[in-house]
């Protein structure tokens, strides 16, 4: 009885230090080499570029549609804020024209109809 004891104490043990690591919103890994962030169970990555900033979305590993997606995003950066509008750059990519400087705080907020608000940060 000890010995069963012991041996089933040790494999359940075993499954949760060798357990695989799963993500239940897919994989938060940067696909357009942005800052990702989960919020409400989607995952939202933001890309500094040039001439601006783009915001991919993705509920459970797959591109989230944008056509019916609204925001804006809001830069506070050397004491200085800057609010602009998100607009749907096509399948599940939003841009806005603004620039992000490093060590900016950004907080980008989304709303779908029949959705309530989401509001996601982000640092850079």
């Known amino acids: 009885m000890k010995n069963t004891f012991i041996t089933l104490a040790f494999v359940a043990f075993s499954a949760l230090f060798f357990a695989p690591n799963a993500s239940a919103h897919g994989d938060t890994k940067p696909l357009h080499g942005g ?8 995952v939202f990555e933001l890309v500094r570029e040039e001439s601006g900033a ?7 590993g797959k591109p989230y549609p944008t056509e019916k997606v609204t925001g804006d995003i809001t830069v506070l950066a050397k004491g200085k804020k800057s609010d602009v509008e998100l607009t749907t750059a096509g399948g599940n990519k939003m ?6 400087p490093e060590g900016a705080k950004v907080l980008v907020k989304v709303k779908e109809d029949g959705h309530h608000s989401v509001t996601v940060r982000f640092t850079f």
């Not at 800052?35 to 989607?42: G, L, N, P, S, T």
């Not at 783009?54 to 459970?60: A, G, P, V």
């Not at 841009?95 to 992000?100: F, G, K, L, M, P």
């Open 35 to 42: 800052v990702v962030k989960v919020e409400h169970e989607m």
């Open 54 to 60: 783009s915001l991919y979305l993705r509920d459970h």
């Open 95 to 100: 841009s806005a024209n603004i620039v992000i």
